[in-house]
């Protein structure tokens, strides 16, 4: 019987896992950002052995890098590592693509549709942890709807490691520029739509080529691990 202490017990780490990756995602934890679990035990109120849960869901995602008898940090995919998984990228999405167009209804494709247009609200209403998220949950549910769970785990790994070297993109671009991946993923859907495989292959290679050449912002120096979580401090005792 899961009483109302695990209620909130799992509430809490959810909440804990939930801003984390914003905070990793929003670029507000830098690179090796060590985690130690003393202080992110204080800041949310968990014992350790939830600490250990949650930072044990981000490196499934690929987000934080446990090292034995050192601790967790905040991933820090260096040049050959980000080659390699845009290279495995291109075709692990390709293969995606290719079982979609045999497999996926026409309701399947709606609601990929409905994720691209809730991926351009968030950006427009400016909630960029909603809109990171999502732009990661496209690639995610077409390898959903491949029917390949193996493909699934693989992409989430790759997909979460790789939005870390993407670089923070301003709110208010310039004229021209194409900051935003929601129009690629549309183009993506609207040749799936159409039963064309060619074109689908080539707008998703476009989409995973541009997404390799976005640079990821710089480390930034000396940071609070409770501000960047937007957590309250601590008033002294």
Avoid at 62 to 71: F, H, K, P, Q, S
Avoid at 127 to 138: E, G, K, N, T, V
Wanted: charged share 25%.
């Amino acid at each position: 019987m899961i009483t109302l202490t695990d209620t909130a017990l799992l509430d809490t780490e959810e909440r804990m896992y939930r801003e984390i990756y914003d905070a990793i995602m929003e670029h507000r934890l830098p690179a090796r950002t060590k985690l130690t679990e003393q202080s992110l035990s204080q800041i949310y109120g968990l014992a350790r052995h939830g600490v250990r849960k949650v930072l044990g869901r981000l490196s499934a995602d690929g987000l934080v890098d446990l090292e034995a008898n050192r601790g967790a940090f905040i991933a820090s995919p260096g040049a050959q590592e980000a080659n390699d998984m845009f290279e495995l990228r291109q075709t692990l999405e390709q293969m995606a693509i290719e079982k979609v167009l045999t497999t996926a209804s026409a309701a399947d494709m709606a609601s990929l549709r409905h994720l691209v247009e809730r991926e351009r609200d968030a950006y427009q209403r400016g909630d960029r942890p909603q809109w990171i998220r999502l732009s990661a949950d496209f690639h995610i549910q077409l390898a959903q709807l491949s029917g390949n769970q193996l493909l699934v785990e693989m992409l989430r790994r790759l997909v979460s490691r790789t939005t870390l070297l993407i670089s923070h993109q301003s709110a208010t671009p310039s004229a021209g520029s194409q900051p935003c991946s929601f129009d690629e993923h549309l183009n993506v859907v609207s040749a799936l739509e159409r039963k064309d495989k060619k074109l689908a292959l080539q707008e998703m290679t476009l989409h995973l080529n541009r997404c390799a050449c976005r640079t990821p912002k710089a480390t930034e120096k000396g940071f609070d691990l409770r501000a960047a979580l937007a957590q309250p401090q601590l008033k002294p005792s």
